[in-house]
């Protein structure tokens, strides 16, 4: 009876020390994807913050460009006041373009930077105005442009991708990372139309 007692004893103790070892190499490896994630997420924000360098330095570059192997302009038509896109070359590269939007009831400036011939940085300012450019009622506040509400959007790009976009007005600051998608068809419609303008006018 004793020795059977033993036994058992014997057995319950070897049974708790496998389930205890099983028990610590599942919980070592879900550490291990707990910390490989860490990794790449760390990895991912690294990249992030090095491709805001790299734009922003290009973006400087190109503002320091003042003389330009070719500027070339053409009239646009697609808002009610009109517009005009302007194209800059530097060594038969297009480096940026530059457009402006008239209406009624406001403006909007875009300008394009390109990285490597791809879209990097785009940088979008828009004035709403107070009143219509054409308000003349006697009894009402008058257009004055110094009342606009600006809006502006800064959007940036990476292997054709919209990574990050800032959105500022009257004091508010709103950045995006998610869900970008309609954001980025949009803008990159608009930049290739441009582009194959700039294409049909390169000297």
Known sequence: MKLQSVLILFFCFVLFSC???AIDKVDKTKLSEVETSKINSDKKE???QNE???IKENFKQ???IHKWTVVDSVDLFESTEGGEAKFYF???QLQKISVIYFGETGKTIEDYYLLDSKLSFVFRKELRY???IFWDEPDD???DIDKSIITETRSYFYKDVLFEQIISSEGNK???NDNLENEQESIKTNFNKLKQMSLTRQI
């Open 19 to 21: 389930k205890k070892v």
């Open 46 to 48: 690294i990249d992030i």
């Open 52 to 54: 805001l360098r790299n």
């Open 62 to 64: 190109i503002n320091n």
């Open 90 to 92: 530097s060594n038969k």
């Open 130 to 132: 107070n009143r219509p």
């Open 141 to 143: 506040e008058k257009f």
């Open 174 to 176: 709103e950045i995006r």
